[in-house]
């Protein structure tokens, strides 16, 4: 259990890099807001933008990792039920 929590805090300090290296004060974003308004600024910077991109996929993982605990700790162990 500690691993998965280590590797989860990985991917979430990882993400919080990503969005403080490249997506504060973003020209392309704020251009965005401006010509095209919030809400497609936000969808630029998910489906075409790179660093989105690898955002996405960490968060993906993330997800997979709190998926997979869930079902670990749902399945009964076999020699309680044998």
Do not use: W
Request: proline share 1%.
């Amino acid at each position: 259990m500690e691993r998965e929590a280590i590797v989860r805090k990985q991917l979430l300090e990882k993400i919080n890099n990503l969005i403080q290296c490249y997506c504060d004060g973003c020209f392309l974003y704020r251009q965005n807001v401006l010509d095209s308004g919030k809400r497609k600024s936000h969808k630029f910077c998910i489906s075409e933008c790179t660093v989105g991109g690898q955002i996405r996929e960490l968060g993906f993982k993330e997800i997979r990792l709190k998926k997979n605990k869930r079902l670990a700790q749902c399945q009964p162990e076999k020699s309680l039920y044998e």
